[in-house]
C-alpha cells in the first residue's frame, strides 16, 4: 500500500502528458507525410496515383509508424527540454527523420506490387515533410515561448548601446538577442569605423563613430552602454567613457582581450566600468619569469603583510612558490584574514603568519634568527597624513625606527634582499609621514653601503582601494547619498592599482643592484575633483543635483601635487620602461646617524617639536609655517631630553 502510495505521489503527470502528446502528433505526422509525399508528386492528383504505389504505403505503415518511434526515442526526441533546444536537438531531429526516411524506403521493397518500386522522389517528398513537421512541432513551443519573453522584456527592458562592431560585440549582441531571458534591448551600435555605417549586426545597426554617443544616447533613451572593444587600449577607454560620462548612462565593459582569445567573450563576463579607467595608462606590466626565478624556491618575510599593499604582495609570492613564506603584522586580525585565504587558495605552500611589531627588537631579531629569510618586502608603516601630523612622534618611532629594527636584523642574519616601501610623499615632503619616509630610503641606502644584503627603495603614488585611499570614501559618501568631500578644486595626485604597485615591488626586487630608488613612470597625474565627479557620474548620478561636492580644505600636512623624485636624484631607466631608478644621494653618515640617535630619543621622550629634529636631517622638509610659535616650548623640550641624556649617562 505504502509502495503503491509512494509511486503514485512521485510520478510525473505533467512529462507522461507531454510525451504521450508528441507520440500522437509523431503518429499523425508519418501518416500525413507517406500519403502527403506520394500526393505531391502526382501533383495532388488522387485520381492518377497507381494503386501499386498507393498500396504498400499503407500496408507498410504501421511497422513504419513503430520503427520510426524508437528510433525517436533513440535519438532522444521525447527526452529533451524543447524550450531550450539548440543546435544538438536540430541535429538529433534531422537525422532521425532520415534514418526514418531510409528504413521507409527499405521496407517498401517488401511491400511492393508488380514490382513497381515507389517513384524515387517520394522518398525524398517524405523524409523531407517528415523533417518539417517533427521541427514545426519541437521548435515551435520554443519559438513562441521565446517571442512572448522576448515581448515582455521589450516593454519593460534596458535600453543598450554597444560601443564596438567587432567580433566580442557580436558575440555579446548574439547572446544578448538570442536569449529568452535578457532585459536587455539593443538599440544601436556605435563604431568609429566608417566602413561599418548604416550596417547591421544580428539586426541591431551601427549608427556611427563615437561623436554620435551622447545623441544616440538620448535619441534612442539608452539606459546602458556597453564598451565591447577587449583590445582598446587605457588610453583610448579614457577617452570614450569622457563622453559616455556625459550620458548619465550606467557604463559596463569587457576586462580585456584575453577573453575575447580564450572564447570567453559573454554577458557574464562584462563588468561594471570602474573609475580606474579613467585614468589615461596602460596597466604595468612587469617580467614575470623574471620574478619568478628569484622567488620562487626562497624563503620570503613580509612585514606589514596583512595591510592593502603587504597582502597582496603575499598574494603574489605565494603565486611564484616561494619555499616559506612569513607573515608579519601587528594587527590579528589583517593577519588572519590573509592567512585564511592563503590556506583555501595554496593548501600546499609553507608559510607562517607571526603578530608582532617593527619595533620592537627583541622580537623581530627572533624573527630573523629563526627563520633567516632570504628576500625581505617592508611594508609596515603608519601611512596615513593627517593622523600622522597630530601624533608625529609615532611615526617616527614606527616607520623610522622600525625600518632600522628591521633592516638591521636582515643585515644581521644574511637577507639577500631588502625591498623597503616607499612614498612619492617622501619627495620634498610636507607632513611628517612623508619625511619620516624619506629618512627610511636614507637608511636602506646607507645600509646598502656597509652589508651583504641589497637593500632598495620603492617609491609610487597613491594606491586605489588601499586602506585609506580616496575611492572607498567617496563610494562610501556617494552611497549615502554625498555629500563628496574634496579638501581643494585644483588639488592633484598620481595613481596606481594594488597589482600594479606590487607588481613594482616585486621587479624591483628582481631588478635590484642594492641602493636604489625604483620609481614608477605612473603617467599624467588626476585631479582629485575630476575624479570624484567621474565617480559620481559612473555611479549613474548627476552632479550637483543628486549628489553634491562639498570642499573641506587641505589637511595638516597636505600639498596640492606630489612629486616622483627630488631633483638631484635624477633618472634612470630599466629594462622596464615604466620603471625608473633615482640615483643614490651622497651624505655625511655620521652626522646622520648622530640625528637618528637624537631623534630617537626625542620620539621616545614624546618630544612636542620633533618636526624641528626631522627638518634637520630631511633638509627638503617643509611642514606647516602658520603654526604658533612653540620657541618656547621647544626651548623647554630642548632641556627636559638633555637631562633625561644626562640621567641616563650617570
Not at 644574511?414 to 610623499?425: M, Q
Request: glycine share 6%; hydrophobic share 40%.
Amino acid at each position: 500500500m505504502e509502495k503503491k502510495n509512494f509511486s503514485s505521489k512521485n510520478f510525473n503527470f505533467q512529462k507522461f502528458y507531454r510525451v504521450l502528446g508528441l507520440l500522437v502528433y509523431d503518429i499523425i505526422s508519418v501518416i500525413a507525410a507517406s500519403y502527403l509525399a506520394i500526393l505531391m508528386r502526382y501533383e495532388f492528383h488522387v485520381d492518377l496515383i497507381p494503386g501499386q504505389f498507393l498500396d504498400p504505403i499503407g500496408e507498410f505503415l504501421v511497422i513504419n509508424i513503430i520503427i520510426t518511434l524508437i528510433v525517436f526515442k533513440l535519438f532522444k526526441l521525447y527526452d529533451s527540454l524543447w524550450a531550450f533546444a539548440g543546435e544538438t536537438e536540430l541535429q538529433n531531429l534531422v537525422v532521425a527523420c532520415v534514418v526514418s526516411g531510409v528504413i521507409d524506403a527499405i521496407g517498401l521493397q517488401f511491400f511492393k506490387h508488380d514490382n513497381q518500386v515507389v517513384p524515387q522522389s517520394y522518398y525524398f517528398l517524405y523524409t523531407f515533410l517528415l523533417i518539417t513537421f517533427i521541427f514545426i512541432c519541437r521548435f515551435s513551443y520554443r519559438f513562441f515561448r521565446s517571442m512572448k519573453n522576448k515581448n515582455d522584456n521589450k516593454n519593460n527592458g534596458t535600453s543598450v548601446m554597444v560601443i564596438g562592431a567587432g567580433e566580442a560585440a557580436n558575440v555579446i549582441i548574439k547572446e544578448i538577442v538570442g536569449s529568452n531571458y535578457s532585459t536587455m534591448v539593443i538599440r544601436c551600435i556605435i563604431d568609429d569605423d566608417s566602413r561599418k555605417w548604416g550596417r547591421y549586426i544580428q539586426g541591431i545597426r551601427v549608427v556611427g563613430g563615437r561623436d554620435k554617443i551622447i545623441e544616440c544616447a538620448d535619441l534612442y533613451d539608452i539606459d546602458e552602454i556597453i564598451v565591447a572593444i577587449p583590445s582598446l587600449s587605457r588610453k583610448e577607454m579614457r577617452k570614450i567613457l569622457e563622453i559616455c560620462k556625459d550620458t548619465n548612462c550606467n557604463l559596463r565593459s569587457l576586462p580585456g582581450v584575453y577573453q575575447l582569445v580564450n572564447g570567453e567573450v559573454n554577458v557574464s563576463r562584462l563588468r561594471n566600468v570602474e573609475v580606474e579607467d579613467l585614468l589615461g595608462r596602460d596597466p604595468i606590466t612587469v617580467d614575470i619569469d623574471q620574478i619568478a626565478g628569484y622567488v620562487q624556491g626562497k624563503t620570503v618575510l613580509v612585514t606589514g603583510g596583512g595591510g592593502s599593499i603587504g597582502s597582496e604582495l603575499c598574494r603574489q609570492i605565494a603565486n611564484h612558490k616561494p619555499s616559506k613564506l612569513i607573515i608579519v603584522d601587528i594587527y590579528e586580525n589583517n593577519a588572519y584574514d590573509i592567512q585564511q585565504e592563503l590556506k583555501t587558495k595554496h593548501p600546499d605552500m609553507d608559510f607562517e603568519v607571526l603578530i608582532a611589531s617593527v619595533r620592537n627588537t627583541n622580537r623581530i631579531n627572533w624573527i630573523f634568527e629563526n627563520y633567516k629569510p632570504d628576500i625581505v618586502y617592508h611594508a609596515a608603516a603608519h601611512k596615513h597624513v593627517p593622523l600622522m601630523e597630530d601624533s608625529p612622534n609615532e611615526a617616527i618611532k614606527n616607520n623610522v625606527f622600525g625600518t632600522w629594527k628591521t633592516a638591521m636584523a636582515a643585515a644581521m642574519n644574511g637577507c639577500k634582499k631588502f625591498v623597503l616601501i616607499s612614498t612619492d610623499k617622501a619627495v620634498n615632503p610636507t607632513n611628517i609621514m612623508g619625511a619620516s619616509k624619506r629618512i627610511c630610503e636614507m637608511i636602506v641606502q646607507t645600509f646598502n653601503k656597509h652589508y651583504d644584503t641589497e637593500f632598495v627603495a620603492v617609491r609610487f603614488g597613491n594606491v586605489l582601494g588601499s586602506n585609506g585611499s580616496v575611492i572607498p570614501l567617496f563610494k562610501k559618501q556617494i552611497e549615502a547619498g554625498g555629500p563628496v568631500t574634496v579638501t581643494d578644486p585644483n588639488i592633484i595626485r598620481y595613481f596606481m592599482t594594488i597589482p600594479e604597485a606590487v607588481s613594482l615591488v616585486l621587479q624591483a626586487g628582481a631588478y635590484a643592484k642594492g641602493g636604489e630608488i625604483f620609481v614608477l613612470d605612473m603617467g599624467e597625474p588626476v585631479r582629485i575633483l575630476d575624479l570624484a565627479e567621474n565617480l559620481i557620474k559612473l555611479s549613474g548620478y548627476k552632479v550637483g543635483e543628486d549628489i553634491r561636492i562639498e570642499f573641506t580644505g587641505l589637511r595638516p600636512g597636505e600639498k596640492l601635487y606630489e612629486e616622483m623624485l627630488m631633483d638631484e636624484e635624477g633618472l634612470q631607466d630599466t629594462a622596464n620602461k615604466m620603471i625608473h631608478i633615482g640615483k643614490p644621494i651622497s651624505m655625511d653618515e655620521m652626522k646622520f646617524f648622530k640625528q637618528l640617535e637624537e631623534l630617537k630619543i626625542a620620539s621616545t621622550s614624546e618630544y612636542a617639536d620633533v618636526r624641528k629634529l626631522v627638518q634637520n636631517i630631511v633638509t627638503t622638509y617643509h611642514p606647516e609655517s602658520n603654526a604658533e610659535d612653540r620657541s618656547d616650548a621647544h626651548k623647554k623640550e630642548l632641556e627636559r631630553v638633555a637631562d633625561m641624556i644626562n640621567e641616563s649617562e650617570e
